[in-house]
């Protein structure tokens, strides 16, 4: 879902290298690590969380977010949020209705 739509729902998949999720399957896990982009935008944060391996049937959630601040000189700043929920499958259609398995809450301050 998108802000610029509304955030109305879309049905379908993604090209992965279009997602700035780095996925590796390896052993019957999969290993999860969600790219940070741009490096300039990050707000302040101690160190990343290691990636997560998933087994079939789990998911995360995984939340980014990053503060922009005015290319034009204007005083102000924009706010950027990435959700990543991503589910080893396979998973059942409502799978991201249900808690996930894991959270990480990744975000950093905004002020």
Not at 12 to 28: I, T, Y
């Amino acid at each position: 879902m998108h802000e610029r739509d509304a955030f109305a729902p879309r049905v379908g998949r993604e090209e992965p290298s279009r997602v700035d999720v780095q996925l590796r399957e390896a052993g019957g896990r999969l290993r999860v690590l969600p790219r940070v982009q741009p490096l300039f935008a990050i707000p302040p944060r101690p160190r990343r969380p290691p990636a997560v391996c998933l087994v079939p049937g789990q998911w995360v959630r995984w939340q980014l977010n990053y503060r922009f601040s005015s290319a034009a000189g204007m005083r102000g700043w924009s706010y950027w949020l990435d959700t990543f929920n991503i589910a080893y499958g396979p998973v059942n259609a409502d799978v991201f209705l249900s808690a996930p398995t894991v959270v990480i809450d990744e975000q950093g301050p905004v002020r």
